[in-house]
């Protein structure tokens, strides 16, 4: 074996190559009249605020069409984190809300279209519904756009260089210092003796004056390059303090030569960065203002400064807000402060300023704050809120209603941490009964349609589950009422509400569902995490009195937690029961669809008065009455020649709208054959309850079960875990449960 695994020395000189390259190529340092070139290459990228810095990110990673029950809607691509490697490790994408993405898209339109970030966005919904989700998405989004070259952005330093004598150049006379043209930006470390950087990040092009500056940006636009109104920032934005007072000193140092000034500007690119709070920053809910100054001349040996800055007293502000500059602060939970701890963001929202003791601090960033209804509903009866009330964007974020949506956010977020195997189905179980802790009775009198104001309120809390997840009408509906129904799936998902009272407002969070769910897996006595012992636990939060939602009273089955633990119980049983019939082979789907298929086909000839041609014998021959009859008696047809003419004139419904497709008899007959798959069933029932039981004895002691069942048991065992995740344990655990509940007589 060689010793020489690695060279050390290639190595790192490859690296090194790597890094360097990397760095020239990104341009991350540059001289004010190079940055000035890439302004003039690509005029939209380098003239952007935080806002329409964001509306591009959303832009840079697209969008896609869902199709949902309740219409079709476009989903923001940022949310799904497609710039995080998807390793099977936990994700915290962003699950639905849609509509709460486009209401925040079109708030920054509206700010691209008014010239700046003029409104507080505040997230109102209650606790664990995505609201800090949604900002940490947006957070992640930037962090990767700006690593990008679309997304570059710099900030500027100013150097002051040593001189021969050892001396700093810099605001002393008009023959000292750069000459025209000349630039500090890329002298070696140990040629600077101070660099004072932009703690704002403010736009280099903000060292332009406002005259020259606005000159610029014209020519730009005449070159079709820049949207006919570029941002207030950059249109009229001034320099800090600090930054106004050093350019002022060398402007008069220079006797106004522009570019002997510009010549101590060093322009660097910067990057968004949540750990290191650059340009993305969230403000918990303390009691402080969230920027102040401070000066930095005290701080710093005159030494090391040109002599000129001793008669100059430089402050810089600090603090969370300049932080943030460039980018996005979220204020978490912003109204569970004291309203004087805020009340500075009435003026600063208005004005784009912040006021501190010495300077007015300009704001660019996009400001997002989250509350809950109970704050929010106490904010709005203070009677400063008409004040306030201009200057925010209400965008409510409710519970998710659709169960396969929240499903997917314990699939992604709480099965990876999970160390045991996982049965399936028990995501699935959380998801159902937490959704229906969350619906409420549909109110008939908001609908415009009184009819399908009527309809939907007859539904239950599972049918509304269902109808919401998968657009399924119940089939207790005649034919004109579940079209109606079909029709109003989005008029029920938006029924009109106010602004602090809608469904999704009340029930269990994915929060709570997260605490069952744990601890559920943190059961040691349990090899697996199994729908048998989430629904354990979830009797017995019920049994609390310290959630609202558990305290609700029942409205025609409504709000009854309780009762949605037996309702999702019955539920998971049917689709074991579904998975067993299938596994064991006795009852295939395929087997009642054919028999189905073939009925209509005899029927339909029977009618047209034809012969039926046989593919066994190549023969044509009479429709087959005695399978007529057979399968009537099964649907349980009480007048034949009715059944037949009403089930043709459906099919023959179904061609004209249809005409290219072949009929879909399990959505045109649902009802139909359901009824067939169980008669096929209850012919098979003991048959599957012995292949149920020899499965779970084979499991123990493959001896003592009989030959001609083991061979059947494993190939059930088999197709279990083959189609739908099952191991041991948790078959153990469905199939017990499913024998001890439909299967005890059998």
Known sequence: MSTEV?????????????????????????????????????????????????????????SYEVERPWGRARRWALFDLPFEP???????????????????????????????ANRLALLHGPNGSAKSTFAACLMRALEAYSQTDEGALYRFSWIFPRGADGKTLGFTTAEEGPAPGDSYAHLPEERIDAKLPSELREHPLQLVPVPERRRLLRRLQQGGELDAAPPDWLWSGELGHKNRMIFEALLTAYRGEMRRVLAHVQVERFYISRRYRQGAVTIGPQMAVDARERQITA??????????????TLFEAFGELVDAAGGLVEYSDLLKRPLDAWKYLLLAIETGEVMLPMSNMPINSVLVAS???????????????????????????????????????????????????????????????????????????????????????????????????????????????????AQGIGAIFREPSGTLDYEGLMGASPREMRMLL????????????????????????CERDDYEFLRLKADHGFHDASGFVDQVRERWLDIVDDELRGATGLVEE??????????????????????????????YEDPDEAL???????????????????????????????PDAEVDYRTLFPGYIERLEEAYFEEHRKQIAAIARAVLRSLDDPGEVEPELL????????????????????????????????????
């Open 628 to 658: 007529m009859s057979r399968v009537e008696t099964m649907l349980g047809a009480k007048d034949a020649q009715g059944f037949r003419d009403e089930l043709m004139s459906r099919v023959a419904a179904w061609a004209l709208d249809h």
């Open 299 to 312: 701080d710093r040996s005159l030494a090391s400064l040109p002599a000129s800055l001793s008669a100059v």
């Open 371 to 485: 509350s809950n209804e109970l704050h929010l509903k106490a904010f709005q009866e203070h009677p400063e809120y008409q004040s306030f009330q201009g200057r925010l964007v209400l965008l409510r974020v409710p519970y998710l209603r659709d169960y396969r949506q929240e499903q997917g956010i314990y699939d992604a977020q709480i099965v990876p941490q999970v160390r045991k195997h996982v049965a399936p189905h028990v995501t699935y179980v959380a998801a159902l009964w937490a959704i229906l802790t969350r619906l409420r009775r549909a109110r008939s009198d908001r609908y415009a349609d009184p009819e399908l104001g009527r309809l939907a309120a007859s539904l239950t809390p599972l049918e509304k589950a269902d109808l919401y997840a998968l657009g399924a009408v119940p089939r207790r509906f005649d034919r004109e009422e579940a079209k109606t129904l």
């Open 6 to 62: 690695l060279d050390v020395p290639s190595e790192l000189a490859a690296v090194g190559e790597a890094v360097q390259g990397r760095f020239e190529a990104q341009k991350r340092v540059l001289s004010f009249a190079e940055y000035l070139g890439e302004v003039a290459a690509h005029p939209r990228r380098h003239t952007r605020d935080a806002a329409r810095y964001l509306h591009d990110a959303f832009v840079h990673f697209g």
């Open 86 to 116: 998807k390793d099977g490790t936990r994700s915290d994408h962003l699950v639905g809300h849609e509509a709460l993405q486009n209401a925040f898209f079109r708030t920054l339109q509206g700010f691209r279209r008014e010239g700046r």
């Open 711 to 746: 061979e059947a048991a494993r190939a059930t065992f088999e197709r279990l875990r083959e189609r739908h995740g099952y191991e041991a344990a948790s078959i153990r655990v469905a199939l017990s449960a499913l024998l001890s509940e439909r299967y005890s007589d059998d």
């Open 518 to 541: 744990l601890d559920a897996a943190a059961d040691g006595s349990e090899a697996c995490l199994s729908p048998v012992s989430l629904l354990d636990r979830l009797e017995r939060f």
């Open 590 to 619: 395929a087997q009642y669809l054919t028999l189905f298929e073939r009925y209509v086909t005899h029927v339909s000839h029977l009618i047209k008065k034809e012969r039926v041609y046989n593919e066994v014998t190549g023969t």
